[in-house]
């Protein structure tokens, strides 16, 4: 049983896997337990953290009905999160979209936040790689760094996507390092759930179109 705590009300039932074993701390490197050796070398290559002894990290996967064009062109919007997370209500940029820029982002009432300020650290469209760090805000999440890659599949004879997101996050007092991953893991599943459900439209769009004709 979860202890009670300000994390401890949130849950997600999205028929998610997470790639941890469920005797993990949260206390180091996830250690895989159902992923498939794909997902664990590129866990292993792109979803590198230095975990603190006061920090807690975790990976989760998503796969996508979704070619990685569609997918990667909403994940690759550091400017618009809100083109698929659910919580984030507004985005104000601080410069060019390049390593270092800024947003502010306001959260929607509901979470125990209401604003986040987060830094671009890594976006690479070759190897279809987002980094951001939480550099300000009124939130809980201190020193949370959170990596997603996006790589290409092929799902029922189709163009798929493999959506790989970790991070590391500090752990607040008054918290333990479960109740903070379990807290985490939960917006994580959401924004995944609506990254594929925005990416899956775009695909069933892309098929529809009608073919111009001379």
């Known amino acids: 049983m979860r202890s009670s705590g300000p994390f401890s009300h949130w849950s997600s039932s999205c028929g998610w896997r997470c790639m941890l074993d469920a005797s993990t701390n949260y206390d180091?490197?996830?250690r895989l337990s159902r992923g498939s050796k794909m997902e664990e070398e590129y866990i292993k290559r792109h979803h590198k953290h230095?975990?603190?002894?006061?920090?807690?990290?975790?990976?989760?996967?998503?796969?996508?009905?979704?070619?990685?064009?569609?997918?990667?062109?909403?994940?690759?919007?550091?400017?618009?999160?809100?083109?698929?997370?659910?919580?984030?209500?507004?985005?104000?940029?601080?410069?060019?979209?390049?390593?270092?820029?800024?947003?502010?982002?306001?959260?929607k009432s509901g979470l125990p936040a209401t604003t986040s300020t987060e830094r671009l650290e890594l976006l690479d469209d070759d190897e279809h790689i987002l980094?951001?760090?939480?550099?300000?805000?009124?939130?809980?999440?201190?020193?949370?760094?959170?990596?997603?890659?996006v790589h290409?599949?092929?799902i029922?004879?189709?163009?798929?996507?493999?959506?790989?997101?970790?991070?590391?996050?500090?752990?607040?007092?008054g918290n333990t390092k479960d109740e903070t991953c379990y807290f985490v893991e939960a917006?994580?599943?959401?924004?995944?759930?609506?990254?594929?459900?925005v990416s899956e439209r775009l695909a069933v769009q892309d098929r529809t179109e009608p073919i111009d004709r001379c």
């Open 50 to 107: 230095e975990v603190k002894v006061n920090q807690c990290s975790s990976s989760l996967v998503k796969h996508i009905k979704s070619p990685l064009h569609l997918v990667w062109s909403l994940v690759r919007r550091f400017d618009q999160p809100q083109k698929y997370k659910p919580f984030v209500s507004r985005c104000i940029v601080q410069g060019d979209l390049k390593i270092g820029s800024l947003r502010k982002v306001n959260v």
């Open 28 to 30: 180091g490197i996830p």
């Open 187 to 197: 917006l994580i599943k959401c924004n995944l759930k609506s990254l594929a459900d």
């Open 156 to 173: 029922d004879g189709r163009p798929g996507t493999l959506v790989i997101e970790s991070f590391v996050v500090d752990v607040p007092d």
């Open 131 to 149: 980094s951001i760090r939480f550099v300000g805000g009124d939130h809980r999440l201190q020193n949370y760094s959170s990596i997603i890659s």
């Open 152 to 154: 290409p599949e092929v």
